[in-house]
């Protein structure tokens, strides 16, 4: 694909969200960045939030993982459904009758404020890590298709990217990303769709000969029975179900977007609708990879050594121009839908958990405000060029073993307030939280060795909120 055309899609549609941007964000203030308002349509957040869900982790990583693992990804995306549930009824219920700006401002109820800060800290470096390994997919993709041929160095491509994205948040915030989500998963499933009707047109196949081809597939299994595999069907729906919870009902970036509609029963429909199209959705990027793997062999495609590198080859080398354009707007529209919610929900914890923007004077806010979301873009710029030093493993996998790491003392601590009254020695609760996945992190390099062979996969994260809870058992204080 020539490099000015590539330009040039990509320009028009960052006009387009700058557009988009310029109409939402009129009049806005810190409560229009915030929570919009509260008066997000339901049906349009859940939309929105599908593109957000899938980033360019799923979009690029899913359909190329499939000849590594098969759709074994789906027995975690099974789990993922169980764990929507939870939120919808148990969360979001707790959430709206709180009236939070940030959920983690649970945790100061319940527990105190060191809790609090523990709890908003581990969710912006989780975050942080998180929304830059998504943004490294999309920057590399346009390294390839467009800044590579005029000699310009990865890092230049990061700024751009994530220059622009800052650019259409900085004064609407969530109230923005609400209609812009919209418009990026849109063209990210046109994307899916538009591949895979080329591949089933260049092998001439109907649709039920498409079905055949996938279900019949060596790839295609999905379930993993082996109890020592890091894929067993077990470890991997539980871990699937309180992923979900932990990296969407525990995420300030997600529930931001639930936050901003305008009352419980809205949010909640919002929740089963969007995990109903989510489902939907990973089972065309699944079979888009079975059929990727299969247009390759017939076309004698050497498949490259990076699964991650499998569609953008295929869809802007070999899929023609139309089609190249339309995986272009997906990518970019898959990171931008998950980093720019990512970037407003991690100035939107700062400023009102570590700040305490909200007890200032009003004509300082703002102004902080943007400190912050300059600062947070500054930070994922860093973290994504690190990233690129260090990057030797498939991202969908990278991003998920972080997440274990990072998100299971924030299961802990809600579990743990959740399911008991007791009160806790709150002082110490930063050293419980810290000490858990170090633990975590040794028992996985080591268990191997310790465990008669057993390797640990995204069940990790249970093993983590376990420990962490336990630690707050052992600080609970008796009531006299």
């Known amino acids: 694909m020539a490099p000015i055309l590539v330009f040039s899609v990509i320009s028009g549609y960052f006009l387009l969200l700058l557009g988009i941007s310029y109409f939402t964000s009129k009049n806005a203030d810190n409560a229009t960045f915030f929570t919009a308002n509260r008066e997000s349509p339901w049906y349009l957040v859940a939309f929105g ?19 590594n693992s098969g759709w074994t990804y789906l027995q975690f995306v099974m789990g993922n459904m169980v764990g929507y549930a939870v939120i919808a009824l148990v969360l979001i219920p707790l959430f709206y009758r709180l009236r939070l700006v940030s959920i983690y401002q649970y945790l100061h109820n319940r527990f105190g404020k060191n809790s609090y800060l523990t709890g908003s800290s581990f969710f912006l470096i989780s975050q942080t890590i998180g929304a830059s390994f998504r943004l ?3 920057a590399l993709v346009l390294q390839i298709a467009f800044f590579d041929a005029f000699g310009i160095p990865f890092y230049v491509t990061v700024l751009a990217t994530i220059t622009l994205i800052w650019l259409y948040t900085f004064r609407g915030g ?3 990303i609400v209609w812009t989500d919209t418009l990026q998963t849109t063209f990210l499933m046109l994307a899916v769709i538009i591949s895979i009707y080329i591949v089933v047109d260049h092998l001439e196949l ?4 498409v079905v055949k081809v996938v279900g019949e597939s060596d790839m295609s299994e999905i379930f993993d029975w082996g109890w020592r595999s890091d894929r067993n ?7 699937g179900i309180f992923i979900t919870i932990a990296m969407n009902g525990l995420d300030q970036n997600v529930m931001q977007k639930n936050l901003t509609i305008r009352k419980t029963s809205d949010a909640q429909k919002n929740i089963f609708w969007f995990a109903i199209t989510f489902f939907i959705a990973t089972i065309l990027f699944l079979s888009l990879g079975v059929l990727l793997y299969k247009f390759a062999l017939d076309q004698g495609i050497v498949i490259p050594e990076s699964t991650d590198d499998l569609y953008p080859m295929l869809a802007l080398n070999h ?4 089609a190249g354009i339309v995986f272009l707007l997906g990518i970019v529209a898959a990171a931008f839908s998950s980093a720019d919610s990512a970037l407003t929900a991690l100035t939107t914890s700062f400023c009102v958990d570590i700040l305490d923007l909200q007890s200032r004077k009003l004509e300082n806010q703002k102004k902080t405000r943007l400190f912050v979301h300059i600062g947070f873009t500054i930070l994922m710029f860093v973290v994504i060029i690190l990233f690129n030093e260090i990057n030797d493993s498939s991202v969908v996998n990278a991003v998920f073993k972080v997440a274990g790491f990072t ?4 299961l802990g601590l809600f579990a743990f307030g959740l399911l008991s009254k007791a009160k806790v020695r709150d002082k110490m609760v930063p050293v419980v939280c810290v000490l858990s996945p170090i633990i975590c992190i040794i028992l996985d390099i080591n268990s191997t060795a310790w465990f008669n062979g057993y390797k640990f996969g995204f069940e990790i994260l249970l093993v983590n909120a376990a420990i962490t809870c336990l630690g707050l058992l052992a600080l609970s204080v008796r009531k006299r």
């Open 206 to 209: 109907t649709i039920p000969g």
């Open 407 to 410: 998100y299971g003392p924030l």
């Open 319 to 322: 899929f023609g121009l139309a």
């Open 49 to 67: 939030m599908v593109g957000a869900t899938l980033s360019g982790v799923t979009f690029i990583s899913v359909p190329g993982e499939v000849g």
């Open 174 to 176: 969530i109230k923005t």
């Open 136 to 138: 490294f997919l999309a």
């Open 233 to 239: 069907f077990f470890k991997t729906f539980l871990a």
